[in-house]
């Protein structure tokens, strides 16, 4: 595994982790989950990406107009609902 790969994955498990704390402190209040809108053609993503962005955006709009209240601390990628899955006590 290459040190990007690992900066990848250790960058993907904070953003977990912070989503997990956000929902159990907001518990009640707000909704907090993560997204991921896949591999999208931006400058990022660059010209060989699989996704456009239009298809990147919809998880992140059906989280906001049309998902239940009660879906929280989760990690929401195109296809899959997951969740973020630390606990801290």
């Keep these: 595994m290459t040190a990007a790969m690992r ?8 953003s977990n982790a912070v989503t997990a704390i956000l929902a159990a402190e907001l518990a009640g209040t707000v909704a907090v ?3 991921c809108p ?3 053609k931006t400058d ?5 990406a ?3 962005v239009a298809e990147g955006a919809d998880i ?3 989280l906001a107009l049309d998902a239940p209240v009660t ?6 990628r195109r296809g899959a609902i997951e969740l973020c899955e ?3 006590g």
Excluded: I, P, Y
């Design 33 to 35: 989950n993560s997204v």
């Design 38 to 40: 896949g591999w999208v």
């Design 71 to 76: 879906l929280t601390g989760k990690l929401a």
């Design 60 to 62: 992140a709009v059906w």
């Design 50 to 52: 699989t996704g456009d």
């Design 86 to 88: 630390q606990s801290f």
């Design 44 to 48: 990022m993503g660059g010209a060989g």
């Design 7 to 14: 900066l990848a994955e250790c960058r993907r498990h904070c």
